[in-house]
């Protein structure tokens, strides 16, 4: 795991050795699996992405490039008043 603030977001980064992602580029589609069916609905990673695009973010996934696995990016908007945030979109 890296994180960095930079530019008024932290972006952290999320790295593993496993074999990759086969469809990088749909991972976050809703119902998109690689798994059988019955086994996997498809909703997991476009649920996070739906999180992370609420809260201002992004979110996104590559497989690396020197070795096997797959590196997901969280970036985030740094908020120096939640609370402040928060009331001016409505929340109780």
């Given at each position: 795991m890296r994180t960095s603030v930079l530019d008024g977001h932290i972006e952290v980064e999320f790295t593993d050795?496993?074999?990759?992602?086969?469809?990088?580029?749909?991972?976050?589609?809703?119902?998109?699996?690689?798994?059988?069916?019955g086994k996997g609905t498809g909703l997991g990673l476009s649920i996070c992405y739906g999180i992370v695009r609420e809260h201002g973010g992004e979110i996104s996934c590559r497989n690396r490039a020197d070795a096997e696995g797959a590196v997901f990016t969280v970036k985030l908007p740094l908020v120096a008043d939640a609370?402040?945030?928060a009331k001016s979109k409505g929340a109780s």
């Amino acid at each position: 795991m890296r994180t960095s603030v930079l530019d008024g977001h932290i972006e952290v980064e999320f790295t593993d050795n496993g074999k990759g992602i086969k469809a990088p580029e749909r991972i976050f589609d809703p119902f998109f699996t690689t798994k059988e069916v019955g086994k996997g609905t498809g909703l997991g990673l476009s649920i996070c992405y739906g999180i992370v695009r609420e809260h201002g973010g992004e979110i996104s996934c590559r497989n690396r490039a020197d070795a096997e696995g797959a590196v997901f990016t969280v970036k985030l908007p740094l908020v120096a008043d939640a609370p402040a945030l928060a009331k001016s979109k409505g929340a109780s």
